[in-house]
C-alpha cells in the first residue's frame, strides 16, 4: 500500500497553489470559520487487489477548491488538476484521470469538485 494521502497532500503544496491559498491545504474538512480560498481533499475509496501479476492499489480521491471569487476558484482548480498530474509524472501513481469536474455555489463560496481515479501496479 502506497500513502496516498501524504503524496495528495506534497503534490498540491506546489508553488502556484501556495501562492493563493498558503498553507490551508486540509484533509476531509476544513474549520467553518476558514478564510477563502482553501483546499479540501478526501480519499473515498481504496482498494488492494493481488492477484498472480502482483498487487494494484487503487483510490478515488476527490478534492473541493473553495473561495468566494469564482474566477479565482476556477484557476485555483486548474493548478490543483496540473499538481495532481504530478503524481503520474513521478512514476509514484501509474495511472490518474480526472473523472468529473463539478461547480456550485454554496454559503456564499464557489466549489470546484474534482475527482480523481488513481492506480499504481
Same mark, same amino acid.
Given at each position: 500500500?502506497?500513502?496516498?494521502?501524504? @503524496?495528495?497532500?506534497?503534490?498540491?503544496?506546489? &508553488?502556484?497553489?501556495?501562492?493563493?491559498?498558503?498553507? #490551508?491545504?486540509?484533509?476531509?474538512?476544513? &474549520? $467553518?470559520?476558514?478564510?477563502?480560498?482553501?483546499?479540501? !481533499?478526501?480519499?473515498?475509496?481504496?482498494?488492494?487487489?493481488?492477484?498472480?501479476?502482483?498487487?494494484? !492499489?487503487?483510490?478515488?480521491?476527490?478534492?473541493?477548491?473553495?473561495?468566494?471569487?469564482?474566477?479565482?476558484?476556477?484557476?485555483?482548480?486548474?493548478?490543483?488538476?496540473?499538481?495532481?498530474?504530478?503524481?503520474?509524472?513521478? @512514476?509514484?501513481?501509474? $495511472?490518474?484521470?480526472?473523472?468529473?469536474?463539478?461547480?456550485?455555489? $454554496?454559503?456564499?463560496?464557489?466549489? $470546484?469538485?474534482?475527482?480523481?481515479?488513481?492506480? #499504481? #501496479?
Amino acid at each position: 500500500m502506497i500513502k496516498i494521502d501524504a @503524496q495528495i497532500y506534497a503534490a498540491l503544496k506546489d &508553488e502556484p497553489i501556495l501562492d493563493v491559498v498558503g498553507t #490551508k491545504i486540509y484533509p476531509c474538512v476544513a &474549520e $467553518q470559520s476558514t478564510d477563502y480560498p482553501f483546499i479540501v !481533499f478526501a480519499r473515498n475509496a481504496r482498494e488492494d487487489d493481488g492477484s498472480k501479476d502482483g498487487r494494484t !492499489f487503487s483510490a478515488t480521491v476527490v478534492i473541493d477548491v473553495v473561495d468566494e471569487d469564482h474566477d479565482r476558484s476556477t484557476n485555483l482548480a486548474a493548478g490543483v488538476d496540473s499538481a495532481m498530474m504530478s503524481l503520474f509524472s513521478d @512514476q509514484t501513481i501509474t $495511472q490518474i484521470s480526472l473523472t468529473s469536474c463539478d461547480e456550485k455555489y $454554496q454559503d456564499g463560496a464557489y466549489i $470546484q469538485t474534482l475527482v480523481y481515479n488513481l492506480i #499504481k #501496479k
